[in-house]
């Protein structure tokens, strides 16, 4: 009675194995840590909507904090992506005004990914303040860099939305991953995917660092 749902479990487990090797590969072998400097011309809600997408460092931030979310359960299902967002436009600001500088920024977003790797992979039950807290801090400094570059887009207030509604779409699918990993083997998958990122985080803080 009990073999068909055991190896239902495994054919999942190696399921999702299969996607944390494909994370782990996709994004130990990208090319740069400093994907948000873009070049050329920048268009609308198109060039905002794409830009999170295109930022290796920002897309695992992005998702870190649906999965931190999903996996502590709770308000922070929703109190964690839908600070992300809010707090970025305010980081935007800072960055159309300049008031901090692009090097410090760079390294507080790689030690983003590897701090929200880090404690999705220790599977930390923060108390909501504190997390909320923390999130707040990373994404004022995610939020910099496309403030810098959103003046200089054809439509800057579209391409804001852009990237707030992009970064919306991130965080739910994070959000779906760790809700979809959670059950099987007691969140080790959720937590083994933490460590990938905080490794990959590791990696562009090292960049930042020496770049």
Do not use: Y
Request: a positive charge; aromatic letters at 8%; proline letters at 7%.
């Amino acid at each position: 009675m009990t073999l068909p749902p055991l190896k239902s479990q495994m054919r999942r487990s190696l399921a999702m194995a299969r996607i944390i090797a494909f994370f782990i590969a996709a994004f130990s072998f990208a090319p740069s840590a400093n994907a948000h400097v873009m070049d050329g011309p920048l268009g609308g809600f198109g060039s905002g909507f794409g830009h999170p997408l295109a930022g290796f460092d920002h897309l695992l931030a992005m998702l870190a904090v649906g999965l931190w979310g999903a996996q502590m359960g709770g308000r922070s299902v929703w109190t964690l992506p839908a600070t992300f967002p809010l707090i970025m436009c305010l980081g935007g600001v800072f960055g159309m005004l300049g008031l901090l500088p692009e090097a410090p920024v760079q390294i507080g977003i790689a030690l983003s990914v590897l701090v929200l790797g880090a404690v999705i992979a220790a599977a930390w039950r923060a108390p909501e303040w504190l997390a909320l807290g923390l999130i707040a801090v990373f994404a004022v400094l995610h939020g910099v860099p496309h403030g810098i570059l959103a003046p200089r887009a054809a439509d800057p207030a579209a391409f804001t939305v852009g990237f707030v509604v992009s970064t919306g779409v991130i965080h739910v699918i994070g959000i779906a991953i760790g809700a979809g990993l959670k059950p099987i083997l007691r969140g080790k998958l959720v937590q083994a995917l933490g460590a990938a990122i905080a490794a990959t985080g590791l990696w562009f803080l090292v960049q930042a660092l020496i770049g």
